[in-house]
């Protein structure tokens, strides 16, 4: 059982930069891959980043490739999404999650998630 924690949201400008972080408390956080995924109030989760449990691959979505990083600390059982450039459009919630081995794109193929932090920014 893998439980994660978000952490990192708030209220900025557009075009400032935020770091999320995913925090989680299973001691094998290298077996896991682990992706964000966002929510914007009226539509449906969507993809945002994934990364295999070593590091060696990595996905982002086109929306965000170029301003969005994702990236991983085994040793610290955390994952992060480094946010630069943010728009508007990127006000949501985001989740972190896990699944062992692949990294899909779709949220119905993870195991786990965290609660969720609220990022807004305004214009």
């Known amino acids: 059982q893998v439980q994660l924690v978000e952490s990192g949201g708030g209220l900025v400008q557009a075009g400032d930069s935020l770091r999320l972080s995913c925090t989680a408390s299973?001691?094998?956080?290298?077996?896991?891959?682990i992706a964000w995924f966002r929510q914007a109030p009226g539509k449906e989760r969507e993809f945002v980043a994934g990364?295999?449990?070593?590091?060696?691959?990595?996905f982002h979505a086109d929306s965000v490739r170029g301003r969005f990083t994702i990236s991983r600390d085994n040793a610290k059982n955390t994952a992060y999404l480094q946010m630069n450039s943010v728009k508007p459009e990127d006000t949501a919630v985001y989740y972190c999650?896990?699944?062992?081995?692949?990294?899909?794109?779709?949220?119905?193929?993870?195991?786990?998630w965290g609660q969720g932090t609220q990022v807004t920014v305004s214009s």
């Open positions: 999650a896990a699944r062992p081995f692949v990294v899909p794109k779709m949220p119905g193929q993870y195991n786990y």
């Open positions: 299973e001691g094998t956080f290298s077996r896991y891959s």
């Open positions: 990364i295999s449990g070593n590091g060696g691959i990595i």
